[in-house]
């Protein structure tokens, strides 16, 4: 969509199985270049288990992550993309550069092996170290060491948190 005009310039298909009948796409994060012009857009396909990369000459590449990806955000410097999947209690890390899947982080407590934490939402702090994620089924939010991708804590909250914000 042109912002200044409001019209339609193009558009995409998510791409999956036939007898879907729609990807479901649930969230869109914009990827900007080095002249800071949106190069690319991710989109969550839910039902697809995938993200899908979409540049702005029209190719796209399906990046397989399973599960439900659902919120994603960028690494400030753009090179690294995180995705929240909720189904899978863990946030997928894409390289920007290859759109390719390079790294999974496990919000479940150690040891533990049934799903249900439910990661929905993830905020990335100003300095790009700490990941903070909504985990709604512990009623907490996960604050991730991203260079090692361990969780370090859980700060408590009211009850099924679905977004996090960070602020000045």
Do not use: C, M
Not at 7 to 31: C, M, S
Not at 76 to 100: C, E, H, K, M
Not at 121 to 131: E, I, Q
């Amino acid at each position: 969509v042109d912002p200044s005009t409001r019209k339609v310039l193009r558009e995409f298909t998510l791409p999956g199985a036939a007898d879907f009948n729609g990807q479901y796409p649930i969230w869109v994060t914009p990827h900007a270049g080095l002249n800071g012009a949106t190069d690319k857009v991710y989109v969550s396909s839910v039902r697809e288990g995938k993200i899908v990369a979409f540049t702005a000459s029209g190719a796209l590449k399906s990046i397989v992550v399973g599960g439900e990806p659902a919120k994603s955000v960028l690494s400030r410097d753009g090179s690294r993309l995180y995705v929240v999947n909720p189904d899978l209690d863990q946030i997928d890390q894409i390289d920007t550069a290859s759109d390719t899947l390079t790294r999974v982080i496990d919000v479940r407590r150690p040891g533990y092996r049934y799903h249900g934490s439910n990661p929905n939402s993830l905020a990335l702090s100003a300095d790009g170290k700490t990941l903070y994620v909504t985990i709604a089924g512990e009623n907490a939010i996960g604050v991730i060491d991203v260079a090692s991708g361990t969780v370090l804590g859980r700060i408590p909250t009211a009850w099924y948190p679905s977004s996090v914000t960070i602020s000045a």
